[in-house]
Every structure is written in structure tokens, then in C-alpha cells.
């Protein structure tokens, strides 16, 4: 697992959204509303969601798959929208939970996996946001295209964004390690760190993989993927797996450090299917 290079599509044994110690790093970083490392900055927040309001009806039924602390459910459920939330983290979740009952809301939280479990029917919104959709491998994202065809309703829209090809200027491949004789993000004692970035140009996607070393432990790997797309490639993405692109926005997201702002907004709404009649 150590000497030999992250292969295209591997997924680890470990995830930073599950894993007891790092989760806990995730849900902080998720809550500081002044950068963009989990969750993005408040402002641009509550820019998406002055954009994504404008695509729904009012008081309309909506999912957010991936919903994390219910940064946006809970500004959804503020303003008149049923909606419903799943995420694979339970502390996150836990967070969600007890902030919708301080604030009065009521969201249904549900901790699942989104590609392996059910996420329901009859949604006038499904909402992916934080570029999850290019974080799936191509076999993951023809089941989750599938899941949320079925999950919308006739007339409802899927709203997702993705990384352009702009990722590549903020993403450089790499094999390095370090030694930490602290505690910090990874682990709360010494360890050694193991790291890998590479670029997979015909795939247009980057594989990151940390490993964690640490005295009586066994190596714990973390391996998580970021798809870049063209306007014309994520159109034909949706064209092949059931849906039509409704439309495309560029300038929700603001220049920021953490990671790419070269992002994309995708609007889209499930294809027609005629019925069929026997004569």
C-alpha cells in the first residue's frame, strides 16, 4: 500500500467524513465561516443560495445530498422549503440536528451513504454542491445520476457544481512525507505522513492520498478524487445519464485560498420519457 502508486479510481479503507478523530477537524473547519476549507465562506453561501431560491418554487420539497452541518438546509428550511439532508458523517450530523432544533426548524436529517442508500422521491430540488459530484468515480456517478433521477419529481431540477480546468493551476503532483511530533489534522499523536497528488490527464481528474504512520497503529490511508470539466463535457455527462442542462452559472464563487475558484453551477432537469402505448 506504501510503495506502490495511487492506481486510477482506487478508494481507501478509511474516510476523513467517518473517521472518530479527523470528522471532528472536519465539522470545525466546516464551522469557520471565514474561509472556504470545508464549507465555503458565509458570504458566498448565502450568495448560492440567493441563486438557488430563484430555481425552486416556494414552500417546494428539497434534498441536499451531502448536507454536511446543514449550513444550507437550514437557510432553505428558514425560508419556507421541506427539506431533507444526508450525509455520511454522524457528527456532522449531530451538529445539524441540534442547531434545527435551536433555530426552530424542522429538517429531517437522515446519516446515509447517498450512492449505496435510499434517498426518497418526489423532490422539486436535489442539491449536490461543493463539487461531491466530481469527487465520484465514473461508476459512482452513473448510480447517483440514476438515484436522483428517480428522486426528483417531473417537473424538478438537480443544482451541483464542478471544478473547471482551472483546479489544474491550484493542484501539482507529488510524493513527499514528513514527520509530525504533534498532534494535528490527521492524528492527535506523533505520526508520520505520507503523501501523493497525481494527475490523471485522459481521466481530467487528480487523486490525492495521504497515509498515516504511527507507533502500534496500522497505516491508515485516505484517498479522496476532484474531476475537472468543460461546459460541453459536463453537458454530455447529463445528456448521457438522463438529463438536459438547463443552465450554467460561473460567478458564484469568489477567488479564495483553499482551492480552486474556477467553478461551475449546473442546472438541470431530467429528460421526458414518452410513454409507451400498446395498439
Known amino acids: 500500500m506504501i510503495l506502490n502508486e495511487l492506481k486510477l479510481y482506487h478508494r481507501s479503507g478509511h ?3 467517518t473517521d472518530e478523530y479527523i470528522s ?4 470545525d473547519a466546516h464551522l469557520d465561516f471565514g474561509n472556504d476549507a470545508a464549507s465555503r465562506n458565509i458570504k458566498t ?26 449550513l444550507y438546509a437550514s437557510l432553505l ?4 422549503y421541506l427539506v431533507t439532508g444526508i450525509d455520511i458523517s454522524q457528527r456532522s450530523l449531530s451538529y445539524a440536528r441540534k442547531k434545527a432544533i435551536e433555530d426552530n426548524l424542522q429538517i429531517d436529517y437522515h446519516c446515509a451513504d447517498y450512492i449505496k442508500d435510499d434517498i426518497g422521491i418526489g423532490y422539486d430540488a436535489v442539491l449536490c454542491i461543493y463539487c461531491d459530484f466530481g469527487a465520484l468515480t465514473p461508476l459512482e456517478q452513473y448510480i447517483f445520476l440514476k438515484k436522483v433521477n428517480c428522486a426528483l419529481s417531473d417537473e424538478g431540477i438537480f443544482i451541483f457544481d464542478v471544478f473547471k480546468t482551472g483546479l489544474c493551476e491550484n493542484m501539482h503532483e507529488t510524493r513527499n512525507w514528513h514527520y509530525s511530533d504533534e498532534g494535528g489534522f490527521w492524528c492527535d499523536k506523533p505520526h508520520f505522513i505520507l503523501e501523493e497528488v497525481k494527475h490523471f490527464r485522459d481521466q481530467k481528474a487528480w487523486g490525492s492520498r495521504t497515509i498515516i504512520i504511527q507507533e502500534g497503529e496500522s497505516p ?11 461546459e460541453d463535457s459536463i453537458k454530455e455527462v447529463l445528456n448521457n ?18 482551492t480552486s475558484n474556477d467553478v461551475m453551477f449546473i442546472e438541470a432537469k431530467k429528460k421526458k420519457v414518452l410513454k409507451e402505448y400498446s395498439f
Open 77 to 80: 428550511a428558514k425560508m419556507g
Open 15 to 17: 474516510f476523513i467524513w
Open 220 to 230: 491508515r490511508e485516505y484517498i479522496t478524487w476532484d474531476h475537472y470539466y468543460t
Open 241 to 258: 445519464n438522463g438529463f438536459i442542462l438547463l443552465s450554467i452559472n460561473n460567478k458564484l464563487i469568489a477567488e479564495n485560498e483553499f
Open 24 to 27: 471532528n477537524n472536519m465539522l
Open 45 to 70: 453561501i448565502g450568495k448560492t443560495i440567493d441563486w438557488i431560491i430563484k430555481k425552486i418554487p416556494k414552500g417546494g420539497k428539497v434534498l441536499d445530498l451531502g448536507c454536511g452541518p446543514g
